[in-house]
């Protein structure tokens, strides 16, 4: 056990720059997915919620059919299977590309709940007293839904957190595939697999302590509302 962490004291120094560097790039690409889920979640929760059949049978058909599909799938095709059509994206714009637009039907499903919990009675009070429906939404709806969608919300972006680490398989620059092009070439798989490990959970676990931390502040103020 003390040979095993011996190489880290003699490596890390080597190591640590460029798995620092990967951090940074497994950021910006979880930065950049969830954006897109966020945007696109929304305008696919707000299309199912839609009036307008056509509009909420597309939103319901894409949800679940990239329920139904692995990412890796949906990475393979934005990155390799569209290039014949002439479409060429680097491996970090086809990772978030790839990654925003799957969890995206899961954070549709989470605003949909969440705007659902709001009575139906505020809004046709809101749009009595003269408000669009687009108002409506934006000042009476999404503000009290927040505090209800945020925990989820939340462990959406842990779970698109590491989800980036199968982005190593289209050469994505973030931790994973730094840590394997340091394993083959230091002969360490088992180190830099655990250092990597480590600083994915040293990502994701405050984020999950945050989530957990403001579920249980709105599980409070429902009991003592």
């Given at each position: 056990m003390i040979q095993f962490f011996e190489i880290y004291v003699a490596k890390l120094p080597e190591w640590w720059p460029e798995m620092l560097a990967a951090a940074g790039?497994?950021?910006?690409?979880?930065?950049?997915?969830?954006?897109?889920?966020?945007?696109?979640?929304?305008?696919?929760?707000?299309a199912k919620l839609s009036r307008n059949r056509v509009l909420s049978r597309a939103a319901t058909l894409y949800v679940e059919l990239m329920r139904g599909i692995p990412t890796l799938v949906v990475l393979?095709?934005?990155?390799?299977?569209?290039?014949?059509?002439?479409?060429?994206?680097?491996?970090?714009?086809?990772?978030?590309?790839?990654?925003?637009?799957?969890?995206?039907?899961?954070?549709?499903?989470?605003?949909?709940?969440?705007?659902?919990?709001?009575?139906?009675?505020?809004r046709e009070a809101a749009l009595a007293v003269g408000m669009t429906p687009r108002q409506?939404?934006?000042?009476?709806?999404?503000?009290?839904?927040?505090?209800i969608m945020l925990p989820p919300l939340i462990n959406m972006l842990v779970i698109v957190l590491k989800d980036t680490?199968?982005?190593?398989?289209?050469?994505?620059?973030e931790i994973m595939?730094?840590?394997?092009d340091l394993a083959?070439?230091?002969?360490?798989?088992?180190?830099?697999?655990?250092?990597?490990?480590?600083?994915?959970?040293?990502?994701?676990?405050?984020?999950s302590l945050m989530a957990r931390g403001w579920a249980r502040r709105l599980g409070r103020g429902r009991h003592g509302a």
């Open positions: 790039s497994t950021l910006l690409l979880t930065g950049y997915a969830f954006g897109i889920a966020i945007v696109f979640g929304l305008c696919l929760a707000l393979f095709i934005i990155y390799f299977a569209i290039v014949p059509l002439g479409i060429t994206l680097s491996a970090l714009v086809a990772g978030a590309l790839g990654l925003g637009i799957h969890a995206a039907a899961y954070v549709a499903e989470i605003f949909r709940s969440g705007i659902e919990t709001i009575h139906r009675g505020q409506t939404l934006r000042y009476i709806v999404l503000p009290q839904a927040t505090a680490s199968i982005c190593s398989l289209i050469s994505a620059p595939l730094r840590a394997k083959s070439t230091y002969f360490r798989p088992m180190h830099l697999y655990v250092l990597a490990g480590a600083m994915y959970f040293a990502m994701a676990w405050p984020l």
